[in-house]
């Protein structure tokens, strides 16, 4: 948007030059008037049962609020001020120096700069009351760019207060919203997670938005007498959410018209289209599936057919999740697993290009371990020196991918899982893409029973569509990407500021250059990885090793062929995955730190 609201700066640097470091120099009447604001704003932290909490003084002016909250008992409040203004922020660092208070603006930041705000609470206090020279419509959009920004990256809740329209008169420049209008888009924002109060007259509201319903509240009662208590999963090592009803109901509506559930609809067209734009590729080149695991298996028989007598084997890494190997035997090939490079944890293509198996594999299985991303270039050199097709396994890079397409995306098809605990996810569902439109199609029939546009199976293929359903979550998930790309990349920055503060910051993996589903904490040994779980388990804090021991460790694939594995088995054990959500609130992430620091 323009800068149409530095408008707003100008007016409080006016009045701050004007009249000092006063309420009035904040545009307030006198002091004890915006000390009960500061109090009706702070009464939203005061019910928490944290011992800490964190605060974020949006348009923190001199920083006043500062002075009340650090007098607030419990829970104690870990604050942070940011303000435009270079004025306001001298006289606050001025009076509090061991305070946090930094210059932002909000609306020309990257996603990277507001992941770095990650918070519990959002108090913004008087930004939206003065409009000044700004019509209704520019305040408006300001008010609501800034919310949207700043919702994504608040784990519990925001405050902020508006001037009311229930007055005798309205000042031409305030900014006056009616509840209905206020209520309407917060509930877009926030569901029903909205409340209202005007404990200083009607003048003025403020309102709460909350991601969670309050303990006590109509949407979330309170436990009967005796009741045991229940987990709230918060702490969970993985707590998907998706879009809800009201988000995908008109997606919904549109298969209910048209009565086309499946087999390539409208809203799979759609995906699909908006999918590949997304990507920077053309629709041809994107085809999506019912499972990461079938969009592998389809890639497969795709680009090197079903196993045969003399090429039965798929060389892959056991350092991956065991759907891998299940897609493979889904494909009529047995797994054959090679270790992984120590740096990187994947397999190296030129050490991969003299294996003595080459010769009996029909087919290479290159995987992104839990998301990172996999240059094309290796493994295009691979399968053309050799003639081995190779695949990749990139289930849970979905940003990665779409970080650096040019690097990542090529003539080697890419799997990716769109299942629900990916960050990209639609409950259940998967893609292929590749730049080669042709071995797309090839994908397609190999999903669709071998059918392609006639109904002739080509190619022993299967079920493996996508279907409308699925379609509809995943058009709503990606109306809210941007959203839930910035809490994620939130969850991980506040990870890092705490393994930076316990000294465990080359101990914690938290990816801040995309969105991950990922936190890992690398143990120096497996005996030190297993007493840190058994902390994390007395503290009630999920954890697990994503990849288990190794896929040749499972049951089910301890006959299968392999090399020595000595990278994998160093590694497996030492590998735990933290708990990640996109709103994970900030005393989990304290908490889970805290116990590995004990550890």
């Known amino acids: 948007m323009d800068k149409k609201y530095l408008e707003i700066l ?12 006063t309420p009035q120099g904040a545009d307030w009447p006198d002091d004890a008037d915006r000390r009960t604001r500061f109090s009706v704003m702070l009464d939203m932290v005061a019910g928490d049962s944290a011992d800490r909490v964190s605060l974020l003084d ?23 001020g940011i303000d435009l203004s270079e004025l306001a922020l001298s006289h606050a660092q001025a009076k509090f120096p061991d305070a946090d208070f930094q210059q932002f603006d909000i609306v020309q930041a990257t996603a990277n700069e507001l992941a770095d705000l990650a918070v519990d609470y959002c108090v913004i206090n008087g930004l939206f009351t003065v409009k000044g020279g700004l019509s209704d419509a520019e305040m408006w959009d300001f008010m609501a760019a800034v919310l949207e920004r700043l919702w994504p990256v608040t784990r519990k809740a925001i405050a902020f207060n508006v001037m009311s329209k229930q007055v005798d008169w309205e000042r031409g420049d305030l900014f006056h919203v009616s509840l209905d209008r206020m209520a309407e888009f917060l509930h877009r924002l926030a569901g029903r997670h909205v409340t209202f109060h005007a404990d200083y007259g009607l003048f003025e509201y403020t309102s709460y938005v909350w991601k969670e319903p309050r303990r006590g509240t109509a949407a979330s009662p309170p436990e009967p ?29 549109g298969i209910d018209r048209r009565r086309w559930y499946t087999n390539f609809g409208e809203a799979t067209f759609q995906l699909s289209a908006r999918l590949a734009a997304h990507f920077g590729l053309e629709q041809a080149q994107c085809v999506p599936a019912s499972s990461g695991t079938d969009a592998l298996t389809g890639a497969l028989i795709a680009v090197a057919g079903r196993a045969t007598a003399e090429r039965p084997y798929c060389l892959m890494p056991s350092y991956t999740f065991v759907g891998t190997a299940a897609a493979a035997l889904n494909a009529g090939y047995k797994p054959y697993f090679v270790d992984i490079d120590a740096g990187s944890w994947v397999l190296d293509p030129d050490r991969l290009a003299g294996h003595p ?8 299985i290159a995987v992104a371990p839990y998301g990172r991303p996999v240059v094309q270039a290796g493994w295009e ?19 990665a991918i ?14 990716l899982s769109l299942h629900a605990t990916k960050v990209f996810g639609i409950g259940e569902g998967g893609l292929v893409l590749c730049r080669d439109g042709e071995l797309v199609r090839r994908c397609t029939r190999a999903l669709n029973f071998g059918f392609l546009g006639d109904r002739e199976a080509r190619v022993a293929g299967f079920n493996g569509k996508l279907s409308e359903y699925h379609a509809a979550v995943g058009l709503a998930a990606l109306d809210a990407w941007p959203e839930t790309r910035a809490g994620f990349l939130a969850v991980a920055a506040s990870y890092r500021r705490a393994a930076q503060r316990r000294d465990l910051g080359d101990s914690i993996l938290a990816e801040t250059a995309w969105a991950s589903g990922y936190v890992l904490y690398v143990a120096a040994s497996a005996d030190a990885a297993a007493i840190a779980m058994r902390r994390l388990g007395d503290a ?9 021991p190794g896929c040749h460790r499972q049951p089910a694939y301890l006959e299968s062929a392999r090399d020595e594995l000595p990278v994998t088995e160093a590694l497996a054990p030492r590998v735990i995955g933290l708990p990640v959500a996109v709103d994970l609130a900030e005393e989990v992430i304290e908490d889970t730190v805290a116990v590995l620091a004990g550890s």
Not at 540 to 548: M, N, Q, S, V
Request: charged share 25%; proline share 8%.
């Open 357 to 364: 198996m080459l010769p009996r594999a029909g087919a290479i």
């Open 225 to 253: 007498l005796g009741s045991p208590p229940r987990r709230s999963g918060a702490n969970m090592v993985c707590r998907p959410l998706l879009p809800d009803l009201s988000e995908i109901g008109r997606y919904i509506e």
């Open 540 to 548: 009630e804090i999920d954890a697990r090793l994503w990849y288990g």
């Open 10 to 21: 100008r007016h409080y640097d006016a009045c701050l030059s004007r009249f000092g470091d």
């Open 58 to 80: 949006f348009a923190c002016g001199t920083g006043e609020l500062f002075r009340q909250a650090r007098d607030l008992r419990k829970p104690a409040i870990s604050y942070r």
């Open 402 to 415: 779409a970080a650096d397409p040019a690097a990542t995306l090529g003539q080697v098809p890419v799997m």
């Open 381 to 399: 050199r691979l399968a053309a020196t050799t003639g081995v097709p190779v695949i990749i396994d990139a289930a849970a890079g979905f940003d």
